[in-house]
């Protein structure tokens, strides 16, 4: 079965601290999609980066970034010099894109804390 | 701008009542998706479309159905709401190929 395990539940950090998230998935399938959200207390999802699974290249934007290892099942996201502004839930997901509708699974999330 | 936008933002419903809660995307995407968030469990599945008038079980489908008799309409419905519902709903959809899943910004639901 699928699944995608955030370990994290809440961090707590100080402005221009670094900060990572963890995440690790469990698939069987050879061609899946990973993606991160963030959730502001706005409540709506923000998209930040979908990753397929033949790509296995850091990517960067700005002060995020993101590190995949399919040899440990993991996609971890890195904020930089964090802010206040960084304060939200992040969501890891994985999707099968082999099935009609795929839905994205989620991870339960881990809460950041940003305080200046 | 694309959007996928929910009627209620905030909902306050009785135990028994019957629940609709409606989704549009004007995006002309195929795939549509209703989620449950909660507190310590993240997002979870109740059902998805992939078509007009079809729909799947997603993997909390009990007590919820679901109508998709528009391409751009997927409503929700819970047919005898009860206090375990109080949640907050998240509607989704994406067009074919696994590109970005566009969110609504979500209704929280709370059965009295």
């Known amino acids: 079965a699928q699944k995608v395990t955030q370990a994290q539940t809440e961090i707590s950090v100080v402005e221009k601290e670094d900060v990572t998230l963890d995440c690790v998935y469990e698939t069987r399938d050879t061609t899946y999609y990973l993606f991160w959200y963030k959730q502001p207390p706005s409540g709506e999802l923000v998209f930040l980066i979908r990753r397929n699974s033949f790509d296995e290249q850091n990517e960067i934007s700005g002060r995020y970034s993101w590190n995949f290892q399919k040899s440990t099942s993991s996609f971890n996201f890195t904020i930089t010099a964090s802010q206040v502004v960084d304060s939200a839930v992040y969501f890891c997901?994985?999707?099968?894109?082999?099935?009609?509708?795929?839905?994205?699974?989620f991870g339960k999330g881990t809460t950041l804390s940003v305080s200046s | 701008d694309v959007k996928v936008t929910q009627s209620s933002r905030y909902l306050v419903k009785r135990t028994g009542e019957k629940v609709f809660l409606e989704c549009v995307q004007d995006?002309?995407?195929?795939?549509m998706f209703w989620y449950r968030q909660d507190p310590g469990l993240g997002l979870r599945l109740i059902y998805f479309?992939?078509?007009?008038?079809?729909?799947e079980k997603g993997d909390i489908p009990e007590g919820y159905s679901v109508s998709r008799e528009k391409k751009e309409r997927f409503s929700l419905i819970l047919e005898s709401a009860s206090t375990n519902q109080t949640s907050m709903y998240l509607c989704?959809?994406?067009?074919?190929?696994?590109?970005?899943?566009?969110f609504g910004s979500g209704t929280r639901l709370t059965v009295v």
């Open positions: 995006m002309d995407h195929e795939n």
């Open positions: 989704a959809s994406t067009s074919t190929g696994i590109y970005g899943y566009t």
């Open positions: 997901a994985l999707s099968d894109p082999n099935q009609a509708g795929t839905a994205l699974i």
């Open positions: 479309s992939y078509d007009v008038k079809m729909k």
